[in-house]
């Protein structure tokens, strides 16, 4: 069993800041890419970022230049750093990470998600 838990979300003004963390934890071998999706209401889910293992990392056009995801292997845990916050940036935002389980097979999990809201 896997559980991706995710925290940092919240309240911010246009403009300002926001560190989101995901936690993965339970039966994990092998953590091979991390992802951060979005979902505003009545749009479909988004990717915003991945990170693979090895650190290579691609981000979304909308957010390049201002979000930056990252990780620490040693914690199974991914983050997104999200600077100059736009409105336009409001959604649920949902970690997934692609994982090898101690059997040997591969799945994808996703965390609960996280509201991010940016209003004045």
């Known amino acids: 069993q896997v559980q991706l838990v995710e925290s940092g979300g919240g309240l911010v003004q246009p403009g300002g800041s926001l560190r989101l963390s995901c936690a993965a934890s339970?039966?994990?071998?092998?953590?091979?890419?991390m992802a951060w999706y979005r979902q505003a209401p009545g749009k479909q889910r988004e990717l915003v970022a991945r990170?693979?293992?090895?650190?290579?990392?691609s981000h979304a056009d909308s957010v390049k230049g201002r979000f930056t995801i990252s990780n620490d292997n040693a914690k199974n845990t991914v983050y997104l750093q999200m600077n100059s916050l736009k409105p336009e940036d409001t959604a649920v935002y949902y970690c997934?990470?692609?994982?090898?389980?101690?059997?040997?097979?591969?799945?994808?999990?996703w965390g609960q998600g996280t509201q991010v809201t940016v209003s004045s």
């Open positions: 339970g039966s994990i071998r092998s953590i091979y890419t």
């Open positions: 990170i693979t293992r090895d650190g290579i990392t």
């Open positions: 997934q990470d692609s994982i090898m389980t101690m059997t040997g097979a591969i799945y994808d999990y």
